[in-house]
């Protein structure tokens, strides 16, 4: 048996019996990490028999050294061999899982994150691949992703020396929350494109027999926009947290000004998670600008459910209170009080990700003499494929009906509203801190009242930068 220790940033010290190692673990029998390399190689090997019936000569030499590199404790020079290669063999098995190990063992426990969590989602039932992603999770510090992979773990019922191991990281997880270690995180968003209708209006000119003003029309215009904010963190139980959100952002269209939007978003949520089960209860006030006046705001309290299923299904649900309430007293005939309720269900698969989503909700006017108060349901449906080289492709879309309690210029009123929308993200494009996301949104909105009616392309790129 080897004895291993965990040094958290409390200063308390947990014992592991395990065959498993962290960079933050002092080995104090030396013959372990020959133990832990034979087991890793061993995975390795198989994935390399398994990925494919013939490989190329100078792939099976990379691989060749840098299992040479692990086995004789050169972690990081198995690494320099490996990343050099990604663009190009990530998304393989093999070599996922001895670049995620390469990383981890040299102290870069984010890049090994993104390589293990490719791994993990095209073989869900790797166990090795999933006990190194939540050995990851917990050298960075994420202590609620690294608790959930290695519930994961736990889940498939893995040898004795496995359980124990997993038993002791859990246990100084919540040595480590009951530190309340707080956490903090800031990004800058730039975004640039081209949007066929940013005013959401009809191209109809007429109305009734009326001539509708130009800025009621479709009209097109480029766009840029930016937008920057923060997340923080607060642990203050080991199965909870206070988070607070901060956003700010603009969004301008050099040929329809008078939809130029701004917005500033504060939230506060309180969140718990134990096992399979996770609950969370967020506020949040948004206060909008619309061509450099202030237009609206728009408050809520969101209750979330979520259960983990099993190893690849998720069961979610939620329950939002709100209201929104318009500045000018023109517009306060559309001041609503608003309920929004939804269940969802996602399935991890091979390299992808789907997800689908059932909502509802129900607007009540203020103004008994408003029109606006309505009911709706929808449908979402998307799904994400992970590729090599870390990007992502992704695809959603929705199909919504709104049914309004009064008619709108004596006709009764409902819309139905089709989305749909695609894209793909690159990290660390175009540097190592930056993600680069491009995306298509195609929106239609059909409805009794041709007023109302709209369709819409938006295409556009946007570039963040996290701190």
């Avoid at 790797?126 to 992979?149: K, P, Q, S, T, W």
């Avoid at 040595?175 to 209708?197: C, F, H, K, P, W």
């Avoid at 939804?342 to 029109?371: E, F, H, I």
């Avoid at 993200?425 to 009242?449: C, G, I």
Wanted: charged content about 20%; hydrophobic content about 40%; overall charge negative.
């Amino acid at each position: 048996m080897y004895t291993i220790q965990i040094k958290v940033k409390t200063k308390v010290t947990t014992e592991i019996h395990s065959k498993y190692l962290n960079k933050r673990v002092i080995v104090m029998k030396n013959d372990w990490h020959q133990v832990a390399r034979i087991v890793r190689f061993a995975c390795a090997t198989v994935l390399l028999l398994s990925s494919s019936m013939i490989w190329a000569a100078d792939r099976e030499i990379v691989f060749q050294q840098a299992r040479e590199h692990l086995q004789q404790g050169r972690a990081a020079a198995a690494y320099d061999v490996l990343s050099q290669y990604e663009l190009d063999w990530s998304g393989e098995d093999a070599y996922d899982y001895l670049l995620g190990v390469a990383a981890l063992d040299s102290g870069n426990a984010g890049e090994a994150i993104f390589s293990l969590q490719r791994l993990v989602a095209r073989q869900p039932d790797f166990a090795g691949a999933r006990m190194e992603l939540a050995r990851a999770y917990f050298d960075i510090g994420d202590n609620e992703l690294a608790r959930v992979e290695f519930t994961r773990v736990l889940a498939d019922n893995p040898p004795a020396n496995v359980q124990s191991a997993v038993s002791e990281y859990m246990t100084a997880i919540d040595t480590r929350a009951r530190s309340y270690q707080s956490d903090a995180q800031y990004y800058v968003e730039l975004g640039l494109g081209y949007d066929s209708n940013p005013p959401a209006a009809t191209d109809d000119a007429i109305f009734l027999s009326f001539r509708l003003a130009d800025n009621n029309l479709e009209s097109s215009s480029m766009f840029s926009q930016a937008a920057v904010g923060g997340l923080w963190n607060f642990p203050i139980s080991p199965d909870s947290q206070i988070l607070l959100n901060a956003r700010v952002d603009h969004r301008s269209n050099p040929s329809t000004h008078f939809v130029d939007a701004s917005n500033i978003n504060l939230g506060v949520a309180w969140s718990w998670k134990s096992g399979k089960n996770a609950i969370s209860v967020a506020a949040n006030t948004v206060f909008s600008g619309l061509a450099g006046e202030h237009n609206k705001n728009d408050y809520g309290l969101t209750a979330n459910y979520q259960r983990m299923l099993n190893s690849s299904w998720t069961f979610a649900s939620f329950l939002r209170i709100g209201a929104m309430r318009f500045e000018d007293s023109v517009l306060e005939v559309r001041d609503v009080d608003q309920i929004m309720y939804g269940v969802s269900v996602s399935q991890t698969y091979s390299n992808a990700v789907m997800n689908v989503s059932l909502t509802g909700n129900t607007d009540d006017a203020k103004q008994s003499s408003s029109p606006f108060s309505a009911d709706g349901y929808g449908i979402n449906i998307s799904n994400s494929w992970f590729l090599s080289g870390g990007k992502v492709i992704f695809i959603e879309a929705s199909a919504t009906t709104l049914e309004y309690d009064d008619p709108f210029f004596g006709f009764d009123r409902e819309d139905d509203i089709v989305t749909f929308g695609t894209g793909t993200t690159w990290p660390k494009f175009p540097a190592k801190d930056w993600t680069t996301t491009f995306r298509l949104n195609y929106s239609e909105k059909e409805s009794t009242v041709s007023l109302y009616e709209f369709d819409r392309v938006e295409i556009g790129f946007s570039f963040t930068k996290t701190f």
